[in-house]
């Protein structure tokens, strides 16, 4: 009986779910050029790498393409792209350090996860069957409750971007502007609110959770070296 062949590295490279992946960055970095010429094609772009993220999960799973790096690739370019967002809203309104704070708890809670997951031997980050908190397993468990909320903060985001006017603008004064001006408006801010209220008490869990298992996996292994001494 013949083997099958292994995959070659270049192969896995040129997954389709990974090639997406790589026009996503593109469509990023392109976004990212012309935001402070073009708001509106910026938010175009923005949303549709966001889309593809989605996207490139199904081809991955349709093909039988799913691999560690595209996974990686998949993470970083969503925490990258969010984290250049945040880091202009913090530009754009005060107080900044709002939105730098929001910066810091998404790519902190994702490292820690990640970082985690690697300890406990775990495929995926998105295996937290194990978990105690209701609201953690919700989010990872049930994917149309994980993309409202992702959307939502997404949308949020992108939202605010295009409200803005100018620099310096009161973060508080824009929204209130805003929904007193458009009922629909002030309808869409509240749900998208809620969904990004919930992203970030998972992002605070998360963290929270996954530096728990960090420490207590100093601490079997500070009691194992002990016996062993």
């Given at each position: 009986?013949?083997k099958?062949?292994?995959p ?26 012309i935001?402070?010429s073009n708001k509106?094609l910026?938010?175009v772009?923005?949303f ?8 490139d999960?199904?081809?991955a799973?349709k093909?039988?393409?799913v691999s560690?790096?595209?996974a ?14 945040l880091v202009?809203?913090s ?9 730098l ?10 490292w820690f996860?990640?970082?985690?997951t ?5 495929a995926?980050?998105?295996?937290v ?5 209701w609201?953690?397993k919700a989010y990872y ?19 605010l ?6 620099h ?18 002030a309808?869409?801010?509240a749900?998208?609110?809620v969904g990004?209220?919930i992203?970030?008490?998972v992002?605070?869990?998360q963290m ?15 009691q194992?070296?002990?016996?062993f001494?």
């Amino acid at each position: 009986m013949a083997k099958k062949s292994r995959p070659r590295k270049l192969s896995v490279y040129l997954y389709i779910p990974n090639i997406i992946g790589y026009i996503r960055i593109l469509m990023n970095c392109f976004a990212f050029y012309i935001c402070s010429s073009n708001k509106q094609l910026f938010s175009v772009l923005y949303f549709i790498s966001f889309v593809c993220d989605a996207l490139d999960g199904w081809f991955a799973r349709k093909f039988n393409q799913v691999s560690t790096f595209g996974a990686v690739l998949d993470m970083v370019t969503d925490r990258i792209s969010t984290a250049c967002l945040l880091v202009i809203l913090s530009q754009v309104y005060r107080p900044g350090l709002v939105f730098l704070s929001l910066l810091a708890l998404d790519i902190g809670s994702h490292w820690f996860q990640m970082y985690s997951t690697f300890l406990a031997g775990k495929a995926s980050h998105k295996d937290v069957k194990d978990s105690t908190n209701w609201l953690f397993k919700a989010y990872y468990g049930n994917r149309i409750f994980m993309c409202y909320c992702c959307v939502a903060c997404e949308l949020l985001y992108i939202t605010l971007f295009l409200l803005a006017k100018d620099h310096n603008e009161n973060l508080t004064e824009v929204v209130a502007e805003a929904s007193k001006q458009n009922s629909a408006l002030a309808v869409l801010l509240a749900l998208l609110l809620v969904g990004w209220a919930i992203k970030q008490a998972v992002n605070f869990i998360q963290m929270k959770t996954a530096a728990d298992l960090c420490v207590d996996y100093d601490i079997n292994k500070k009691q194992k070296a002990e016996n062993f001494n």
